[in-house]
């Protein structure tokens, strides 16, 4: 059984807590847990874009607070993002994601995440095997 204290890992456990200027993603669970997916809880600051295309990941995100949107750019759609809305990027969708208020994220990953990647230039993450040459 694992069993880990949001509280304790930001303040005791910082190298599973990822952050830039726009975000920040508290790693809960990672590959070497060995669950077969990664769980985050992830925090975007208010006003803030971000692309992204996990073309080498699945990911799945409950909204716990706060509101923004999620625009498909295959297709163009937009989708109101407030707590309680899923999504799921079940086709490695390309993707801007708006923050509005402060969102608060609930992520799964699978393949699940190291916990040392950063997003490349196109938006994705190396998978496990390629974060030597990333």
């Not at 079940?90 to 923050?99: E, M, Q, Y």
């Not at 990953?109 to 998978?127: K, L, M, W």
Request: aromatic residues 10%; proline residues 3%.
């Amino acid at each position: 059984m694992i069993v880990r204290d949001f509280n304790e890992i930001i303040t005791k456990e910082r190298d599973r807590v990822v952050s830039d200027a726009q975000w920040s993603s508290v790693r809960m669970l990672l590959a070497d847990d060995g669950m077969g997916f990664s769980f985050h809880i992830t925090f975007l600051e208010p006003g803030s874009e971000h692309t992204f295309e996990y073309k080498n990941h699945f990911e799945s995100v409950y909204c716990m607070q706060g509101t923004g949107s999620i625009t498909d750019l295959a297709t163009g759609e937009t989708h109101y993002i407030k707590p309680g809305v899923m999504y799921a990027l079940d086709k490695h969708d390309r993707h801007i994601l708006r923050a509005e208020e402060e969102l608060v994220m609930a992520c799964c990953f699978n393949p699940p995440v190291t916990g040392t990647e950063v997003h490349r230039e196109d938006g994705s993450y190396a998978i496990a095997d390629d974060l030597e040459t990333a």
